[in-house]
C-alpha cells in the first residue's frame, strides 16, 4: 500500500505503475478480448492516474479508485466502438459463478431467490445450487421432465426479471456483464462494499 506521503510525491505514476499495471492488465484482459485495446485501455488508465492523482486525498482509497477508473475505461472503450450485444435469456445466470462483477451481486441474487413463489424457489434451489440435472429434478419432485424443465424455465425468467428491475448491466460483444449500476439500495450497499477490493 501506497503512503500518503506517496501520494503527493513526484513519483507518484511511476509507483503506481510498478504496483499495480500487471494486475490491472489481467482484470482489463478478463474483459477484454482483443490485446492490443486491452494495453490501449491500460494506458488510457494510467494517463489518468497521472493528470487525477493530485485530486485523491486519502491514500486507502487509491486501488479503489484505480479499480474504477479502469471499470469505467472499460465501458467508455465499448462505448466508443459502438458495441452492442443482446441480453440472451440465460446469461446472467451463466455468468453468476464465474464474473468477477456480478459475484458482487450474489447475496442480493440470493435474497432474490428465496423471494420467489415457493414452486420456482424449489426448483432454482434444486438444480443451481444442489447441482440437479432437469431429469432429476423431475424425479424429485415427481413431475414430468416436460414439467420440470418449463419450471426452471420460469423460475430463471422471473429471477431475470427481478434482476434487470435492480441493476442496469453493461455487456461486452459476448453478451458477458462487464459492469452494473444499481437501481436498488441492496445493491447500491454491496457496490459500495465489494467494488473496493480491486476484485
Known sequence: MLSQHDIGSALTTEQVWHAFHVPLLRFIQKRVP?????????????LKVHQRI????????????IYQLTRNAIIDAYRRQLITAP????VLL????????VSELLPCVRQMVMNLPERDRQALVLTEYHGLSQKELSERLGLSFSGAKSRVQRARERLKQE????CHFEL????HIINYQPRCTCCE???????????
Open 54 to 65: 493530485e485530486t485523491l486525498r486519502d491514500a486507502e482509497k487509491l486501488e479503489c479508485w
Open 34 to 46: 482483443d490485446p492490443v485495446a486491452a494495453e490501449d485501455i491500460l494506458q488510457d488508465v494510467f
Open 87 to 90: 441480453l440472451d435469456e440465460d
Open 94 to 101: 451463466d455468468e453468476l459463478p464465474d464474473d468477477d462483477v
Open 172 to 175: 461486452d460483444r459476448r453478451g
Open 189 to 199: 450497499r454491496i457496490q459500495v462494499q465489494k467494488r473496493c477490493t480491486g476484485q
Open 163 to 166: 434482476l434487470l428491475e435492480c
